[in-house]
């Protein structure tokens, strides 16, 4: 099976620091792909080389192969790449529908299109409104965003994503600061969104990872070290010392 994103030895420089050394992925459809590492092994730095946010040093990303690598952000996400943040990047004044209704709007090819009165884009609305639905927020569509609690936020930054009409999804942290029922929603939410789209997941709960994730990616030091399934990476001795620890 072909990868839908193709990453071929990505590196990125900031003066004489190397934050990402010759990285290369393929993440395939219907896949939850994980990349994990201590802080500052180059994930994030990674993934917004992958979204187009910042530029590459060198080397090629290929969207179902064709080369997005010089693409800017906007155009990638037309292209079908969402991407979520560490930090909750909510509209907070605004409802949940509205939070989605803008992304969907901002993602089209007139950039111009959020500035539009909300019953004049029937597509974007429609689109909100299938988001909300796939990311189980349907019944908080008309509530303010900012009294959601945090794991419905995150929830909503996904659903946010969604509504770009994605085919690839880079998740920052998306479990960061969750209890361990909004843990499990969002757990199955990525379940249920890898049927239909390729996940490109960051995160630090080891837990979570190793349950979710269909291959694992491990990083030190802006370098890959091993790429594999969960069970692989667990035996893994050079994992083990750099990253898990033995007891893991």
């Known amino acids: 099976m072909s ?55 060198s080397g090629r990303v290929a969207l179902d192969g064709v080369d997005i690598t010089t693409r800017a952000q906007s155009r990638r996400a037309r292209d079908g790449v969402g991407r979520s943040y560490q930090r909750t990047t909510i509209f907070p004044e605004f409802s949940v529908h509205e939070n989605c209704r803008l992304s969907a709007q901002a993602a089209t090819a007139r ?36 009294t959601l609690s945090h794991g419905a936020k995150r929830q909503l930054e996904v659903a946010m994503c969604l509504a770009t009409k ?28 890898k049927k239909t789209h390729a996940i490109l997941l960051v995160e630090h709960d080891m837990d ?20 594999g399934d969960p069970a692989a990476i667990r035996n893994n001795a050079d994992v083990r010392t750099a990253y898990l620890g033995e007891g893991h």
């Open 208 to 227: 979570a990872v190793f349950r979710i994730a269909d291959r694992i990616t491990v990083m030190v030091n802006g370098t890959v070290i091993a790429t």
């Open 3 to 57: 990868a839908l994103l193709s990453v071929d030895a990505l590196t990125r420089r900031f003066g004489g620091l190397v934050a990402v050394n010759a990285v290369s992925i393929d993440l395939h459809r219907g896949e939850i792909h994980a990349v994990i590492g201590t802080n500052g092994a180059g994930k994030s730095t990674l993934i917004n080389m992958l979204s187009g946010e910042i530029a590459a040093s």
């Open 111 to 146: 950039p111009w299109a959020v500035w539009q009165a909300s019953g004049s884009c029937a597509a974007s609305n429609a689109a909100a409104g299938e988001a909300l639905a796939a990311a189980g927020l349907e019944a908080d569509a008309g509530r303010i965003a900012g």
């Open 166 to 193: 994605p085919r690839v999804l880079l998740l920052d942290e998306p479990l960061a600061g969750m209890g361990a029922e909004e843990t499990e929603r969002m757990l199955a939410l990525l379940t249920r969104l």
